[in-house]
């Protein structure tokens, strides 16, 4: 829509089939998944309205796009039965824990996102972490950062994953100084390069996990 390349119907109509498209996969689960799916949904559908009332809507973007982890071990671990034991048998406290974790990820890439349209936001009148943050908008996202690689490192370790996921951590840590390089004068095409770049620092995290499961 910012490009005039999408009309304000064919916005609605994406926003619906996004929405409704992955109903078919997530009825072919288990209860417990299509219960935690409920949430997520609202979540989602929360998000463009929480720039509105929220000072920092990226959290609730966090959210969003974090709550695939419970699910995901609740597709794989969940029984048949329609309950909130059933969800929370399904869910083991380490996935609401990645959850949080992944949160702050989001928090870090999407502040450094933020930033580039701090301007635009204040003239339209939303709000975003970058605004609320102010002068220590640039500390946030390396704050963010740190919880992020910090709960994941610990939380590997806490389930025996040993050093190699340390050194994935230790990879996307690197990467995250890198990005501070970026932001810090907060220039528009650092700040985007930035953001752009926030895949490498998963990767690097993903690649030390999957490495280390694969070595036990």
Known sequence: M????????????EMVWRMTGPMPFVSNTNPPTIMLSVPAL??????????RVVSMPQAVLGVAFSFGIPM?????????????????????????WLLLGNLFWVLAYDTEYAMVDRDD???VGIQTSAI????????GVMAFY???????ALLSQMLG???????GTALGAGQALWHYTLIKDRSRDGCFKAFRLNHWVGLAVFAGIALALALR
Request: proline share 6%; no cysteine.
């Open 2 to 13: 910012a490009e005039y390349t999408l009309s304000p119907k064919g916005a609605e109509t």
């Open 42 to 51: 609202l979540i989602a559908m929360a998000y463009p309205w929480a720039k």
């Open 72 to 96: 995901a071990f609740s597709a794989v671990q969940g029984g048949q039965a329609w309950s909130l034991e059933a969800v929370s048998a399904a869910v083991p406290p380490h996935a609401w």
């Open 121 to 123: 936001d204040l003239r």
């Open 132 to 139: 609320t943050l102010g002068r220590f908008d640039v500390l």
């Open 146 to 152: 740190l919880v992020y690689l910090g709960s994941w």
């Open 161 to 167: 994953l040993g050093h190699v996921a340390l050194l």
